[in-house]
């Protein structure tokens, strides 16, 4: 069994190609690390999961695995909720994570409530204030979840056999697989 990779596809996905002389597939590169470290095949209901947010932070520290039905609850209830200032009012208010999570999409305020948010949108069909730029918040995520707490680097990738950490050419990659599994 030969690995090539990983190479990063265009959504900052990280990804190696296994070929066993006859097919080749393609999977997520953190799922082959689990799954390598496991010595087991992932079921289809289990996921991985990046800790701290960023999918290419690979080390087993940052990584669980979690039942699919749980992980998007999660990617919620993990963001910090933050202190802000109402915008309309100035009372200093507590946003939920989920609060935060939407609001990081860039909307007006934030506001203390619907209140607030409503008495800006009024002013604002009557002319009466400037629209406010979009206010940028950063996701802070809790770490409060239990890692694998694997070690932090793989067997085979330590080893330099020679068959992890060959180039692979991006453009082409998802081209030639003939099976793939994408699931993460
Ligand atoms: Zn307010």
Redesign the pocket.
């Known amino acids: 069994m030969k690995v090539y990779g990983p190479y990063t596809r265009k959504d900052g996905r990280q990804m190696v190609v296994l070929y066993d002389g006859e097919h080749t597939i393609t999977m997520s590169y953190p799922k082959f690390l689990v799954e390598e470290k496991l010595g087991r095949i992932l079921s289809d209901t289990e996921t991985i999961d990046h800790l701290n947010g960023d999918f290419t932070d690979n080390d087993f520290e940052n990584i669980r695995i979690v039942e699919r039905a749980e992980h998007a609850k999660d990617d919620v209830i993990r963001i910090a909720g933050a202190t802000l200032t ?6 200093v ?1 507590e946003c939920s994570g989920k609060s935060v999570h939407d609001r990081s999409r860039g909307k007006a305020g934030p ?3 619907k ?2 948010s409503g008495k800006y949108g009024a002013s604002l069909q009557r002319g009466k204030v400037e629209k406010m730029p979009p206010q940028h918040h950063d996701k802070v995520y809790y770490k409060n979840k239990t890692s694998l707490n694997l070690e932090p680097v793989l067997r085979k990738i330590d080893s330099g056999d020679g068959d992890i950490g060959e180039t692979f050419d991006n453009g082409n990659a998802e081209g030639t697989s003939k099976e793939e599994r994408r699931r993460d």
Do not use: V
């Not at 109402?86 to 009372?91: H, N, V």
């Open positions: 109402c915008q309309w009012c100035d009372t208010f506001f203390c409530g209140s607030c």
